[in-house]
């Protein structure tokens, strides 16, 4: 019973840590692309550079899934025909399935 508790717990341990793996080696690929793109760059210009990349979001991220694309233009479509209620929702609808 203490080997099954003991091995419940270290499973458990193991599960908690591999999101801070992958994350340390997110950062760790990102800080390398950044410090090849800067290597012609010297002082407050590769520190300005440094910033701007490191903080910059992948473009996966930075873009939104195909399916949040057609919400967004769903919904714009929507406002501009200054649809509520029902009319909205049908048309919502509609204009997500195709």
């Known amino acids: 019973m ?9 499973s458990m341990f193991a ?10 080696t997110t950062q760790q690929n990102k ?5 090849a793109s800067a ?6 210009e590769r520190k300005a550079f440094m910033k701007e990349c490191l903080s910059a979001k992948p473009a996966a991220e930075a873009k939104g899934t ?6 967004k ?3 714009k479509e929507a406002g501009e025909k200054a649809l509520k ?3 909205r929702k049908k048309f919502m609808s509609t204009c997500l399935k195709g």
């Open 73 to 75: 233009a769903c919904n």
């Open 39 to 44: 290597t012609d760059k010297k002082g407050d």
């Open 85 to 87: 209620g029902d009319e």
């Open 31 to 35: 800080m390398k692309e950044c410090n």
């Open 15 to 24: 599960a908690s840590l591999a999101p801070a793996a992958f994350a340390a």
């Open 2 to 10: 203490k080997k099954l508790i003991l091995s419940v717990a270290v």
């Open 66 to 71: 195909p399916q949040q694309e057609k919400m």
